[in-house]
């Protein structure tokens, strides 16, 4: 069988192997199960390989491209139009090698352990926030049913903890007492994990040379710039900085016809994460703006403000800081404030 071209269809435990010849006529129709798989393309000849950037993708990209194969990454939403009809493995691995042989196909750059490690980092650290968080609205909550308001933000719940040990503690039922000790323990601990993989991830920053670059543009710490970083795994696959925001999400989506450009909100499209941390960095940018008197984002984040709501200026300035974020790493340099600001 002279294959030339394989759709295999990701899952946890069947997958789904469709292949053609170089006329497309179908050669190959085949359920493998996991311990099948890496046998299976070792006994094939070299030829190219097409999955959905899914879970798993980068792993199983690894593993094929080390046995001599061509693997090409495709993101889901462009697989579904060559979807016929139904939803079945078979068709999805049809569809998957209809739309690689496709010349306009965008690929997903293949990721190396080390990226999807230090990601791991970053999605490790979220997850941890998020549950802090949870805590820390249900410990207020609970103190607010008999009474006790603690001013508003996450530092002055420590506030609520010194309640329940200190001088002078209110009366406060000793199961919900009890109760109150268990949840701030967590909350406590949770602070430590978060810390530490905080640690963990200044430590990956300092030692990635791109990482380090990035973090010399304003709005852009150690969190988003090792983020960034390991996110891309090839800056190049962005012709401009405004196709690097608009994979990010933060460009207009466009809904024009008949000549007329009508341009509407964000399209959110590409990675949450980092467009919220770029969006949190651009709010500490305008903060920092409205204070300085001289700075060399001061007069067009200024004028701005004065004729275009606040938030909506978040955004401006966070598609500003991609943009920028592309230049740095695709020329290799640091930040540098133009002569004229």
Known sequence: MEITTIGLDLAKKVFQVHGVDGSGEVKLRKRLRRSEVIRFFAGLPPCLVAMEACATAH???RELAALGHTVKLIPPNYVKPYVKRGKTDAIDAAAIC????????RFVPMKSAE?????????????????????????????AEFGIVAPQGIRRVGELAALLIGEGAPQLP???????IVLIGQLQALE??????EA?????HRGNEASRRLATVPGIGPITASA??????????????????AWIGLTPRANSSGGKERLGTISKQG????????????TSVIRYARSAEKNGNAGWLKALLARRPARLVTIAQANKTARIAWAVLSRKTVYRTSAAA
């Open 228 to 245: 960034i970083v390991a996110s891309i795994t090839d800056i190049g696959q962005f012709q401009s900085g405004r196709h690097f925001a």
């Open 271 to 282: 990675d949450s994460y980092l467009r919220r941390l770029l969006v949190v960095g651009a």
């Open 200 to 204: 963990k991830v200044l430590a990956w």
């Open 174 to 180: 000793q199961l919900a007492r009890e109760v109150l």
């Open 59 to 61: 792993y199983w990209a």
């Open 115 to 143: 990226q999807q490690s230090a990601l791991m980092l970053h999605r490790a650290r979220d997850l941890l926030i998020r549950q802090r968080t949870m805590l820390v609205n249900a410990v207020r909550g609970h103190f």
């Open 98 to 105: 209809e739309a690689v042989q496709r010349p306009s196909m």
């Open 192 to 197: 430590e994990r978060i810390a530490a993989i």
